[in-house]
């Protein structure tokens, strides 16, 4: 099984339609963070969490929100997506000597 | 602003060959400096760099840090076409552990 997962994995979805993506880790790290890749533009922060009720803005978290259920579970919604939130979104992990972070397989989200 | 800055942005080689990456960034209070190599998903963990002038190796891949001049180079010799993929580096802060990537270089290997 992964150490961070994150569903689903791909998704279609309309102009206006609100959508959850989850993401689990079982690697019992304190930080957790949502990256969007876009072609050309590497990855771009949205948001991070550094505990469980610390959640903290990236470079462009206009238009997400986010929840940190548990130490494990981290969710990145959409509440109204919009085209140019089409993407891959990815969730990564990792622990108070951050030197690495650990990501999920990604979710490639289309909004038509 | 923070930044990142990797280039080229592409290269294409022959089998056998060796390439260097580059990545430069724009912070004061740095931490460390990480690579990763990204195939068709999720970018896996390469290096980390901390410290100017050390050179972290992993068989054929090679990185080091110059903390002056705020670069980093990833050096890959004898390239084999698995080589093949998107290389991103990314940097953390000291008053912040969160991620700055730059936007990767895209390296294919030909057979």
């Known amino acids: 099984d992964a150490d961070v997962t994150q569903t689903p994995r791909n998704r279609i979805t309309k102009t206006g339609k609100r959508i959850m993506l989850e993401c689990s880790q079982t690697?019992?790290?304190?930080?957790m963070y949502w990256y969007r890749q876009d072609p050309g533009l590497g990855l771009r922060l949205i948001y991070y969490?550094?505990?469980?009720?610390?959640?903290n803005k990236g470079e462009i978290s206009d238009g997400y929100s986010v929840s940190r259920q548990a130490q494990a579970k981290f969710s990145l919604s959409l509440e109204s997506a919009i085209p140019n939130q089409t993407a891959l979104y990815f969730c990564?992990?990792?622990?108070?000597?951050?030197?690495?972070?650990?990501f999920g397989q990604g979710t490639r989200l289309t909004v038509v | 602003e923070d930044k990142v800055v990797q280039s080229p942005l592409s290269l294409v080689v022959h089998e056998g060959d060796t390439v260097t990456l580059n990545c430069s960034y724009e912070v004061t209070n740095f931490r460390s400096l990480l690579w990763y190599k990204q195939e068709k998903k999720a970018p896996t963990f390469l290096f980390m760099l901390t410290s100017s002038g050390i050179e972290k190796k992993s068989g054929r891949l090679s990185s080091i840090l110059d903390k002056k001049e705020l670069f980093s180079i990833l050096n890959i010799t004898a390239t084999q076409t698995g080589d093949s993929a998107v290389y991103l580096c990314a940097r953390s802060n000291l008053s912040s552990y969160k991620l700055i990537f730059g936007s990767g270089t895209r390296l294919l290997v030909r057979p």
């Open positions: 969490s550094f505990d469980v009720k610390d959640i």
């Open positions: 990564a992990t990792s622990d108070s000597s951050v030197m690495g972070a650990f």
């Open positions: 690697k019992g790290h304190d930080r």
